[in-house]
């Protein structure tokens, strides 16, 4: 099934549409604002499809070597994270930053504890109180630092570790994030500078689930390269790899309103919210312009889920190959098709009733074919 629904497996959606508002109120005093209107994760938070502030920020550029930036922020951490979406090279995320990284947020303190399940927990989607979209409100610390064709950057920050348009409510516990590159620059500026980066980043957070704080950590580092982009035989290579303790979940695998399904495993959420649960994973793509507005893109992706807990242990493994047509550098047709499969290591360690749903299950997982048009003006 498609996101963000999960009740069709053949869906025409607008994913993204975004207004934004950016300017400068004198020299050393810029703002950002950025409203989210398409139909995905952040937009339908458990509830049903609602627009939202996804970026709110002002920055203070007056203290030499340091640009502070307060309110709703982009997280320093993976590079995916750190990108605007025109920038995107596919339609979808690899699904180690899709599930590990785009967190989602749960009540807190519910009427009624969460079920036991597994090792983990079923949160129902009346627990879901939104996702991140990689930010949160909070203070950013951030710089870049040139000298000749080198250039340094660094970005931290500190904030609430809940839904960005819900800072305050109960519950609430502190994120700390940084992220740290190193950059060759080869010719031009900006996002698509001929350029080769090595970075690396860490994520900390204290959030409170189920009446009790848990810890949650996130870290990874990459490696990106690009040269002559939108020329013939530009081309550009990216490599991360991630790891992730503490406040793992795992999706329901039908949607959640298919009252016919009567295991709740299979309709809810399942946390694991202990620094003991475990996930990592990886990625690697590489594209290049067959012309100057044509090129074409491969990915293969892997993601590792709770290898700790044998009888929840599932192995993602993705190859998409891609074409994207630029009719600007920030407007483009994306053409994915994806080859996916979903395998479980340890199909013996499901309790016996189960088993039989397990490898059906990841038997079931298809390829998905997408294609996705970037319009920004």
């Not at 320093?76 to 995320?93: K, L, S």
Request: charged residues 15%.
């Amino acid at each position: 099934m498609i996101g963000p629904g999960l009740n069709s497996s053949d869906v025409l959606n607008a994913l993204r549409a975004r207004l934004i508002i950016r300017g400068y109120i004198n020299q050393y005093l810029s703002y950002f604002i950025a409203g989210e209107f398409g139909n995905n994760g952040y937009t339908n938070p458990g509830t049903g499809y609602a627009p939202e502030l996804q970026d709110g920020h002002v920055t203070v550029s007056y203290i030499p070597d340091v640009r502070v930036s307060a309110g709703i922020i982009r997280a320093p951490g993976p590079e995916d994270a750190m990108q605007g979406y025109m920038a995107y090279n596919f339609t979808a995320f690899p699904a180690v930053i899709q599930q590990l990284m785009f967190q989602n947020f749960y009540n807190p303190r519910p009427t009624t504890h969460y079920t036991a399940s597994a090792g983990g927990y079923l949160v129902p989607e009346s627990g879901i109180q939104g996702s991140n979209a990689f930010r949160y409100t909070g203070i950013a610390a951030e710089d870049w630092f040139r000298s000749g064709p080198w250039e340094f950057a660094y970005d931290t920050m500190v904030g609430s570790f809940s839904p960005p348009t819900a800072i305050g409510q109960p519950g609430d516990g502190p994120i700390f994030a940084a992220r740290m590159q190193q950059s060759y620059i080869f010719s031009g500026h900006g996002t698509y500078r001929s350029d080769i980066t090595a970075f690396a980043w860490y994520q900390y957070a204290h959030p409170q689930f189920n009446d009790r704080f848990y810890a949650l950590s996130r870290e990874g580092l990459g490696v990106t390269y690009m040269q002559n982009y939108m020329e013939q035989g530009g081309h550009w290579f990216k490599a991360e790899y991630m790891q992730g303790a503490g406040m793992i979940d795992t999706p329901p695998a039908f949607g959640i309103n298919l009252a016919t399904i009567k295991t709740p495993s299979l309709y809810n959420t399942q946390v694991y919210p202990g620094i003991d649960n475990h996930a990592y994973g990886y990625y690697a793509g590489f594209g290049v312009f067959v012309v100057p507005r044509i090129d074409i893109d491969f990915r293969y992706d892997y993601y590792n889920r709770l290898p700790n807990n044998k009888a929840q242990n599932r192995v993602f493994k993705t190859f998409t190959t891609g074409v994207q047509y630029h009719f600007t550098p920030l407007n483009k047709i994306m053409i994915n098709y994806a080859i996916r499969s979903l395998a479980v290591p340890y199909p013996d360690a499901a309790p016996s009733a189960s088993r039989a749903i397990v490898k059906s299950i990841s038997q079931s997982i298809d390829n998905e074919f997408t294609a996705e048009l970037v319009l920004s003006f």
